[in-house]
């Protein structure tokens, strides 16, 4: 699985980028863009949440078959 070789460091590299940025470097719109671009992110990313959740609560609902 790709995911699963790139070590952590070089996946939240890009995070790490951002928040080194000097803002005081932007326009108005420029600094919304970011905003936007920034919560379709985050959006993006609860999503992937919500997916993995749902997928281990039935993985447990399926292993868990007759316990009480």
Known sequence: MEEAAAPRAIR???LAELERDDLDLYAVDE???RIARL???I???RRTI???QGVRS???SLF???KA
Do not use: I, Y
């Open 12 to 14: 939240d590299a890009a």
């Open 31 to 33: 600094l919304q863009g």
């Open 39 to 41: 919560e379709a992110e």
């Open 43 to 45: 959006s993006r990313v």
């Open 50 to 52: 919500e997916k993995k």
């Open 58 to 60: 039935a993985a447990e």
């Open 64 to 66: 868990s078959f007759g």
